[in-house]
Nanobody, 116 residues
Framework: QVQLVESGGGLVQAGGSLRLSCIVSGRIFSLYNMGWYRQAPGKQRESVATITNVRVTNYADSVKGRFSISRDNGKNTVYLQMNSLKPEDTAVYYC??????????WGQGTQVTVSS
């Protein structure tokens, strides 16, 4: 069974940076289109950034120019570099597949809290 394990969250001041990591178990990670998602209290989960299996990236308008998604297929890991963080970025961040790749069971996520 494929598992997702997110890490790297924490408490940071506005303007700061964090780097999230997501390790995906299983042998076919390189074939997956992947994405980072977030859910703030009282809100629906939303897509933040995606990266295809050929490394084409896309971002939500709210994070363009501040966040960067990347992947290391040798380590079965997808990353989210978050710069110039804002209080509205506060949420639990999750990784999962994207686009046509079959959705995996959600992991526990990693909490990101940005103080003003």
């Amino acid at each position: 069974q494929v598992q997702l394990v997110e890490s790297g969250g924490g408490l940071v001041q506005a303007g700061g940076s964090l780097r999230l990591s997501c390790i995906v178990s299983g042998r076919i990670f390189s074939l997956y289109n992947m994405g980072w998602y977030r859910q703030a209290p009282g809100k629906q989960r939303e897509s933040v950034a995606t990266i295809t299996n050929v490394r084409v990236t896309n971002y939500a308008d709210s994070v363009k120019g501040r966040f960067s998604i990347s992947r290391d297929n040798g380590k079965n890991t997808v990353y989210l570099q978050m710069n110039s963080l804002k209080p509205e970025d506060t949420a639990v961040y999750y990784c999962n597949t994207a686009f046509s790749s079959p959705r995996l069971d959600w992991g526990q996520g990693t909490q990101v809290t940005v103080s003003s």
